[in-house]
């Protein structure tokens, strides 16, 4: 053969490991911030057998701040730290919704954002569920939440989904062009970070009654939140 058909061979083999590189990366349950060590997640669509979870530490206090799903009294609270343009955290939103439907006031969801750099609409998708809570308090912040998963977090539609949510155009738009939320949005961040979490999205099962935190990663299947939840119950 001569040069140039080596040459051929040589680069179509680099395309073939470089693209199954790239395909193993990106397969998981979870997005992890760049240089963060990845964890091991169970894909969602099939059951498997629990991951072990691992005790989170300096998980920040729920508070009046936080935004709440269920009984303000369960007691089991499961912390979401996640981004609402991450695909996993929208193919994980139906596992939240159907842990608050088999628990009933047993367990309750906190939404804390956790918006990745490299995801654009993000941050800002964030903020804009904030300016919903401020103008149409928790029941709004829920709605706007689901819109932004069912519907895709774009920046272009921020104003549209509030007005869909029966918010007030003028005053949404005032909102999230200030910027008010961008700090509140950061903290949420860094306090996950500290908790524990690396990608999302990251879940913080907590036992209200003896303050024990097990922290799954990723968009596991429901199974594997069910052992953790069965067991503090």
Not at 91 to 108: A, F, I, K
Not at 111 to 132: G, V
Not at 199 to 228: H, W, Y
Request: glycine share 10%; with cysteine.
């Amino acid at each position: 053969m001569n040069n140039n058909t080596w040459f051929g061979i040589s680069m179509g083999l680099v395309g073939v490991i470089v693209g199954f590189g790239v395909a193993t990366a990106m397969d998981g349950g979870s997005f992890s911030l760049p240089g963060s060590k990845p964890e091991a997640n169970a894909p969602a669509p099939t059951p498997s057998a629990p991951t072990p979870a691992r005790s989170a530490d300096d998980v920040p206090a729920v508070t009046d701040t936080d935004h709440v799903r269920g009984n303000l009294n369960a007691k089991v609270t499961v912390v979401e730290y996640s981004d609402f343009e991450c695909p996993f955290c929208a193919r994980h939103h139906p596992t939240m919704v159907q842990l608050l439907e088999d628990y009933g006031d047993d367990v309750n969801i906190v939404f804390r954002h956790y918006p990745l750099s490299f995801h654009s609409n993000a941050q800002k998708s964030a903020e804009a569920s904030e300016c919903a809570n401020e103008l149409g308090g928790n029941d709004a912040f829920w709605e706007y939440h689901d819109i932004l998963f069912e519907n895709g977090a774009d920046v272009t539609q921020l104003v549209s989904y509030a007005e869909e949510v029966g918010l007030n155009k003028t005053a949404f738009e005032t909102c999230l062009n200030s910027d008010k939320y961008a700090q509140h949005v950061k903290d949420d961040m860094n306090g996950g970070s500290k908790a524990g979490v690396s990608g999302t999205p990251g879940n913080i099962i907590i036992d209200n009654d003896t303050g024990e935190t097990r922290l799954v990663s990723g968009a596991q299947p429901i199974e594997n939140f069910k052992a953790v939840i069965d067991e503090m119950l």
